[in-house]
Each structure stands twice: as C-alpha cells, then as structure tokens.
C-alpha cells in the first residue's frame, strides 16, 4: 500500500471465508505449510495511512498442516499449549503504509512484530458491500515467544526451524453506520 492510495475511512470486518492466515517452516530440509482455519479481525481506517489500524485474534486449535497427528502435537505444551493458551493475537501499533508495526501475543508473551504489506485494492462487490484487500507477511524467531520444541539430529542438525514465515491474504468488510 502506498501513501497516496485512496481508502475509504471506516471500520472493516475480516471476511474469514475470503481471507487466510497461514505459516512455512523448515522441517529437515523442505518445508512444512499450514494455516488457522478460525480467525477474527478488524481493519479501522481513518482520514490518513498513518490512521490506519488493525487487530486479529487467531484461535490456535484451529491449525491446520494435512496432518491430523502433527497438528494435535502442535496444540500440546510443546508448542502453542492450546489448553492454556487457545489465542494469539495481533495488534498494530503504527502503519506508514506499507508496514505495519504491531504486537504479537502467543502464549502469554508479546513481543514487537513488523507486517509487510501489500493493499490490494477497495472495491464494491455484488451485493453493494465495500471490501478492501491485503496480504502481509513477516518472518519470526519461534522461540521468542516461548515454541522452542525440537529434535535434535546427527550433525548438529535439528528437526524444525527457527524462522517462522507468516502469510496473511485478507479480505475485509466495510461496516455500515
């Protein structure tokens, strides 16, 4: 998104139906993709880019990798702990147009966050409704926020990655009144 783009003042809805929230990570030596299937989130803009702000809540039993087993582990203690803590959350701090500062909190820690992002574009779709676009994307350390399991391998290697790779494709809503 860039500073001279048009975008109705407002608050949008995520349409979760038309938008995604999805991860990579490294798994020996290709990787493993996956996404939250139930996510909410608003979008407020306001009469300049810098006005703009954002908040999601992710339900991590939600997680989704094809892989029925890898996903259960996924939600034990070894990683998100679903049991004690079933959310992450995000929200923005700043936005100068095409990246958006903000706080992720997963497993009841918070740390800074910088998005990527891309405005797509607003539009009205068939039924009168305005919608605006997104993708964003950031790379994170997972153990920063406490995800740290791993195995280790022959060579000083380990089983899974670091680096965490978030993608976000969002279609929002524009509420009316």
Same mark, same amino acid.
């Given at each position: 998104m860039t500073t001279d783009t048009a975008l109705t003042a407002g608050t949008w809805t995520i349409d979760a139906s038309h938008s995604e929230v999805g991860f990579t990570v490294r798994h020996l030596m290709s990787k493993v993709r996956g996404q939250f299937t139930k996510f909410e989130g608003t979008i407020t803009t306001g009469e300049s880019v810098a006005d /703009?702000?954002?908040e999601a809540v992710i339900d991590l039993n939600s997680i989704d990798t094809r892989d029925e087993t890898r996903d259960g582990h996924l939600r034990?203690? @070894? +990683? +998100? @702990?679903t049991e004690t803590h079933g959310?992450? /959350? +995000?929200v923005t701090t700043s936005f100068d147009g095409e990246t958006?500062? %903000?706080e992720l909190t997963l497993k009841g820690v918070t740390k800074p966050v910088e998005l990527d992002v891309e405005f797509l574009g607003q539009d009205t779709d068939p039924w009168g409704n305005q919608r605006v676009g997104f993708e964003a994307t950031a790379t994170i350390n997972r153990k920063d926020? %406490?995800?740290d399991f791993n195995i280790p391998l022959d %060579? %000083?290697?380990v089983l899974i990655g670091d680096k965490v790779t978030i993608h976000l494709a969002v279609e929002a809503v524009q509420q009316q009144g």
């Open positions: /703009t702000r954002a034990s203690a @070894d +990683f +998100f @702990d959310q992450m /959350t +995000f958006a500062a %903000g926020w %406490g995800v %060579g %000083g290697k």
